[in-house]
């Protein structure tokens, strides 16, 4: 019997390893990819603007075109509020785009005749702005910084007012064209929607006016220079490919 018993022992003791040496290996599986997703600025998109604007602007007095002296300056501040439609494109990390937007206002600011003290009161106002540009920018996935140039357009209404009394005496109304440059920082915060926050300076230069009274009469004649500041909050949505895997 004993002998018996060491045989199976041994037996067992040679055919385990065997066995196991039989057993099928178990299988390597590779780890998928990792896949980030990459905001995509391409599209067109359409959006809203609010915010504010300080027209800078100063006064002098030209008649016939002859300087007479300068008769101060003053800023014409407020809200503005309107809309943007506009196309990007993006190669790499590399934005472009093309943009028009359009603006209502109420700039509105005075001061008092420095020529005639006390005797007349200087008004600027401005009703409303365009922009025309074109944007360079660098996105960081769904974060944009952008710089934008291009043309610039104002609406505005200078007027002169009888300082005692206030009575209106005189105005000019012109759409003044000019130049702009502006920054912004947009943030994509869902698959076609983004925020922005963007500074813009219009530079609108010299021009002479004459301001005229309600019956046509010529009352003076002014040369003014003016610039203006602008910063908005914005909101688009854009049409196009809201995200891109990449390996």
């Known amino acids: 019997m004993k002998k018996f018993l060491l045989g199976t022992v041994a037996l067992v003791a040679f055919a385990a390893p065997a066995a196991a040496a039989d057993l099928a290996a178990r299988p390597y599986t590779k780890a998928p990819p990792m896949i980030?997703?990459?905001?995509?600025?391409?599209?067109?998109?359409?959006?809203?603007?609010?915010?504010?604007?300080?027209?800078?602007?100063c006064w002098d007095q030209v008649p016939g075109g002859i300087f007479i002296g300068s008769d101060g300056c003053h800023d014409a501040t407020g809200g503005v509020a309107g809309g943007q439609i506009g196309y990007r494109w993006q190669t790499g990390t590399w934005v472009f785009g093309l943009e028009a937007q359009g603006d209502w206002a109420d700039l509105k600011g005075t001061n008092g005749s420095l020529v005639f003290p006390g005797f007349f009161t200087n008004q600027t106002k401005?009703?409303?702005?365009?922009?025309?540009?074109?944007?360079?920018?660098?996105?960081?996935?769904n974060v944009l910084l952008y710089l934008k140039g291009g043309a610039a357009v104002t609406d505005n209404?200078?007027?002169t007012y009888f300082t005692p009394t206030g009575l209106f005496l005189a105005s000019a109304s012109d759409t003044r064209w000019g130049g702009t440059v502006g920054v912004g920082l947009e943030y994509g915060f869902a698959p076609?929607?983004?925020?922005?926050?963007?500074?813009d300076h219009l530079f609108l230069q010299d021009k002479t006016y004459n301001l005229t009274t309600p019956g046509g009469l010529l009352f003076s004649s002014i040369r003014e220079r003016q610039d203006v500041d602008l910063v908005t909050v914005r909101v688009n949505y854009k049409w196009g490919g809201p995200v891109v895997a990449k390996y």
Request: charged share 10%; glycine share 16%.
């Open 36 to 57: 980030a997703q990459v905001y995509d600025w391409s599209g067109f998109y359409v959006g809203a603007n609010g915010g504010w604007g300080s027209s800078h602007n």
């Open 126 to 141: 401005v009703d409303a702005f365009g922009l025309f540009t074109g944007q360079i920018g660098y996105a960081a996935n």
């Open 157 to 159: 209404r200078y007027n």
């Open 192 to 199: 076609n929607w983004s925020a922005a926050v963007e500074y």
